[in-house]
């Protein structure tokens, strides 16, 4: 298309698509999948627009016009619910494809001890259901038509991840989701991740288990520090993660 018929392309993604990344659930995907191609569209495209930095940063290798446009959510038509934090019982969250359910296990000795102290429940909303070893967990079926209602049943949002190049070309959309609806989020510092969280202001950051404990328990017990943290969060997804922050961005990749 770029070279015969002299079409401008642009490329676009939101992955590190160009690293071998097979897992037991997508090992029959990954036969159709040609790694090595991704610098050579690279080069063909017009433009590129890459989700974060790190994406960015390697389409730069291969392409002079690159553009960074962020994972972004509807705030006006569909991510516009707002999580009101009172004194319920708690439920924490995490929301995914199974091909990224095992990134839970990251913090599944948290979340047991946990609830050996404190009374809540976890929550998983994904496309399969996984076998967790835990008290008091529900499992939600992914359903584009519930999502957002779905969500707001957490309190908390969590991103556990593997510190890894594949994990380093994430774009953070559960966390973008999560805040974007006023829920406060717990995540691991890779990527994209310590650009969207702001260490005690919207969530925190956290790479032991004492770490995600502490953070956990705290806004557990707290229903007003999860009120502003939430709010905290939702201002800055509406200032930069959202649709209605990024259009210009997008439309100036036809120009």
Known sequence: MAKLWRKKLIYDFDDAIWIPNTSAENKLVSWFK?????????????KVAGGNDYLCNYAGQY?????????????VRMHNGIKQHGDHKVVVGWT????????????IDVLNELQEELDFTFLV??????????RDWQFLPWNATT??????????????LHNDAWSE?????????YLSLGIPAVASPVGVNKTIIEEGINGHLC???????AALKKLVQDAALRQAMGMAGR?????????????????RLFS
């Open 96 to 107: 995914g494809s199974h091909s990224t359910l095992p990134f839970i296990y990251e913090v």
């Open 235 to 251: 201002t800055k997804m509406l200032n930069e993660y959202s649709v209605q922050s990024q259009k210009n961005n997008f439309i």
């Open 169 to 177: 070309g994430k774009c953070g959309f559960k966390l973008i989701q």
């Open 207 to 213: 790479t032991t288990k004492e770490a995600w404990k």
């Open 34 to 46: 040609a790694f090595w191609k991704v610098k050579y569209i690279c080069k063909w495209a017009y």
């Open 63 to 75: 392409n002079s016009n690159v553009v960074r446009i962020p994972t972004c959510v509807d705030m």
């Open 125 to 134: 909303i994904a496309d399969k259901k996984p076998e967790l070893p835990l």
């Open 147 to 160: 999502e957002i209602a779905d969500l707001l049943r957490m309190d908390v949002g969590i991103m556990p």
